[in-house]
């Protein structure tokens, strides 16, 4: 019990909140709004942080990186809880008002206007548990053209969630949240990878995948648990006018190679999202092998 209380105390004493604002104010030193880190330091007031800590960013555009390399992506961290759209007043995260649209922005449009230089993930996120959570943004314009391999090249443009092989879990929280004009090959609005041993559980919870687009296929989201786990959980979310280049608009499950998908869809709504030249305009569940032949899998 004696030890239970000190990791508590140990975690209070040591909660901080880091606050971010586009250009920041004061010392710069992010322990306030009057004194708040700059937009370009917002991965590192992310980084900064330890378990209990919050990080409390207002409106504005946050772009990846002020360079053109096209592999930097925000990431979030376990024990963490990072939210948006505050005006920059307030004291308290019950104060926020989102009734009025989410107004924090993470951008991967970097590089020349248009979307071909832009970043290939805007979020990218490995080895978190479910304490690392995301609420009040809206993300968008990221480009992963890549072609696609099994361990995240193409994979994912607004978020990538990488539960890559055996010892692999990435089971973040994602509230409130708008993935949107976001291209990759495949889930050009969020990827769970749990492929090969891995194990990807995500929570996504009143979120909007809006207009995403797919090189390949699944416009809006992409669960990969073949030979492994991939299993989000998605409630009071929409998903609208996501489109691919072959199969599944919305979001297709695949759980072949002995593996698990098995998603929870809970009060969702699927609206005008096409395949373009294929199957699946809303969703596919998938259990075939990567051979497409036999079918070892649960989905």
Known sequence: ???????????????????????????FDGTSWANAFPGTSLQAAIDASIVGDEVWIAAG??????????????????????????VGTESLVSERDL??????????EIGSAG???????VIYNQQLDSSAVIDGFIVQLANDDRSPTNAGNGLGGGMYNH????????????RNCVF????ASWGAG???NGYNGGNTQPTYVNCVFAQNHALMEAGGMDSYGVGGTA?????NSIFYENTSASNVGAMYAWGGGGGSCHPVLINCAFVNNSALNGYGGAFIADNLDENGTTSSGSC
């Open 1 to 27: 019990l004696l030890a239970i209380l000190l990791v508590l105390f140990a975690t209070q004493a040591h909660s901080a909140t880091r606050f971010v604002t586009p250009f920041g104010a004061g010392t």
């Open 61 to 86: 555009t946050y772009y990846t990186t002020t360079t053109t390399d096209r592999t930097i992506s925000f990431g979030m961290k376990t024990g963490v809880a990072i939210y948006g759209s505050f």
């Open 99 to 108: 009734s009025s649209g989410l107004t924090s922005i993470l951008s991967g």
């Open 115 to 121: 979307t071909s230089d832009n970043s290939y993930t």
């Open 163 to 174: 539960g890559y092989n055996t010892g692999g879990f990435c089971h973040p929280i994602v």
């Open 180 to 183: 949107t004009q976001n291209t």
């Open 190 to 192: 969020a990827f769970n």
């Open 231 to 235: 299993s989000p959980i998605v409630i």
